[in-house]
């Protein structure tokens, strides 16, 4: 399995795996509607910004990496259930902030409140900005 460019027509399969990735953390806080996750998924698909890790089966990862004028936004990190804690997450983070270290560029994304995945993002150098209603803004400058 290889990370590779994400085609306009993977958005559906990348809105269902958001849906199972995030379902738990959402029902926690109270914000959980599969129909509403979707929706939001597919109305900022970037393609062009997103690249996949596909399986024999489908998608089973997914990582938007968007420039913006405060810095680049890490979006849409989702990886399948059965593959978090292998350390693929992980490597592909070192990946992202490897080349904005070399770029010179400030990473930016969001967590939900009480996600475990905080620590990973904390594990690479992330910080938390602010928190914004449900999520944390976490913010990592260049080395």
């Known amino acids: 399995m290889q990370w590779e460019p994400a085609h306009r027509d993977d958005g559906p399969s990348i809105a269902e795996l958001r849906v199972d990735v995030l379902r738990e953390s959402l029902e926690r806080v109270g914000r ?3 129909t509403r996750a979707r929706a939001y998924f597919l109305s900022a698909f970037a393609p062009e910004f997103t690249r996949v890790l596909r399986g024999p089966d489908g ?6 990496v968007r420039p913006s004028p405060e810095g680049t936004w890490i979006e849409h990190f989702y990886l ?3 593959l978090q804690g292998t350390g ?6 070192a990946d992202t902030t490897r080349a904005a270290d070399t770029n010179g560029t400030t990473l930016l994304l969001d ?3 009480g996600s475990g995945a905080r620590r990973l993002y904390e594990r690479h150098g992330f910080v938390e900005d602010h928190v914004d ?3 944390v803004i976490m913010r990592r400058p260049p080395r």
């Open 88 to 93: 693929r997450g992980g490597a592909l983070l």
């Open 59 to 64: 998608i089973l990862g997914s990582i938007a």
């Open 32 to 34: 959980f509607d599969a």
């Open 111 to 113: 967590v939900l409140v």
């Open 80 to 82: 399948a259930r059965t």
């Open 133 to 135: 209603g449900v999520d």
